[in-house]
């Protein structure tokens, strides 16, 4: 396991319960550093195979670099998304106000799969707007050693200050592209790499902010009209890590989850994961799956022995 070097800690950590609980030495090997480090394990015709979770741009060039050494080593990818959250007018609109917030503040927005795009039905979006604002408002922002333990609404800092700078980055664009702040667009705090959490309304989907990801606390939320219309816009992206649709009607909404290239979509929920249902996306969101027994392929070779008789 080859770390980021923004949070070695977390891994050396388990490397000491590893040790804890007996795996032989040498069965796993926590590799610190930086983006040499990992070019190196890429690039070294001893490895072969390599799964990555990161940004897309990094899974290109662990892409290039893997068909360029000696052995064509097999590669899966778990990218970035830009998901799409659809709430249609028989939603049960409180609990799409919740699910989404989670869906898009848990871990200060730093979620492969954040459900950063929030297309809103026209006769429930002011409805879904007012809650949200309220839900919005609430987050507050410390350290954790600070927060209550049970206190749902706390909100961390960014993993860096290249982080933060790039987010408070994307909300200047939103504001300057016309879309409108209701919520936060600032940072939080004197000290620390703390963001505000910002809710934008009134965003066209060729705005900056609604095409890229931000990996940050930063909601987007758009109005549409009907269902054709709202898969159409959340298609149109070139991520397909993770969806939801949000309706009391079952089968509109399985129908619709069907036409959303995203390799999870969810109805009514949102980050539910289980170790037995494979998890990855569609186009620029990666290749393979973790998770499930296709998880299980990638490491595998299969050979055809024929025999003669």
Not at 174 to 193: I, Q, R, S, T
Not at 218 to 227: A, I, L, P, T
Request: hydrophobic share 40%.
């Amino acid at each position: 396991m080859k770390t980021a070097p923004q949070t070695p800690l977390t891994a050396n950590r388990i490397a000491e319960l590893i040790q804890e609980v007996g795996f032989p030495r040498g069965a796993v090997n926590i590799v610190p550093g930086t983006d040499m480090t990992g070019a190196m394990l890429v690039e070294h015709p001893g490895v072969d195979k390599i799964a990555f979770t990161g940004s897309t741009q990094v899974g290109y060039k662990i892409m290039q670099a893997a068909a360029t050494s000696h052995n064509f080593k097999r590669v899966t990818l778990e990218l970035g998304g830009k998901s799409p959250a659809i709430v249609c007018e028989d939603a049960d609109i409180d609990s799409a106000v919740g699910i989404t917030h989670l869906g898009l503040f848990l871990n200060q927005g730093q979620c492969c799969c954040a459900g950063s795009r929030i297309f809103v039905h026209e006769k429930r979006y002011d409805e879904f707007i007012e809650k949200q604002v309220k839900a919005v408002e609430a987050r507050n922002c410390q350290p954790s050693w600070e927060s209550d333990p049970g206190f749902s609404n706390h909100m961390g800092a960014q993993v860096d200050k290249a982080q933060m700078d790039k987010i408070l980055g994307y909300i200047e664009s939103g504001k300057k592209e016309g879309a409108n702040l209701l919520v936060g667009g600032a940072k939080a705090a004197d000290k620390g790499y703390f963001v505000q959490p910002t809710l934008f309304t009134d965003v066209t989907d060729d705005m900056t902010i609604a095409k890229e990801e931000i990996f940050g606390p930063v909601m987007q939320v758009m109005k549409f009209s009907d269902d054709d219309e709202a898969l159409a816009r959340a298609n149109n992206t070139p991520y397909g890590l993770g969806a939801a649709v949000f309706s009391k009607d079952f089968p509109r909404a399985r129908k619709m989850a069907n036409k959303l290239k995203a390799g999870s979509v969810w109805i009514n929920t949102y980050d539910a994961f289980d170790a037995a249902m494979p998890f990855g996306g569609y186009k620029a969101s990666g290749q393979g799956r973790e998770l499930g027994p296709m998880a299980l392929d990638n490491y595998l070779e299969y050979k055809s022995i024929v025999v003669g008789m």
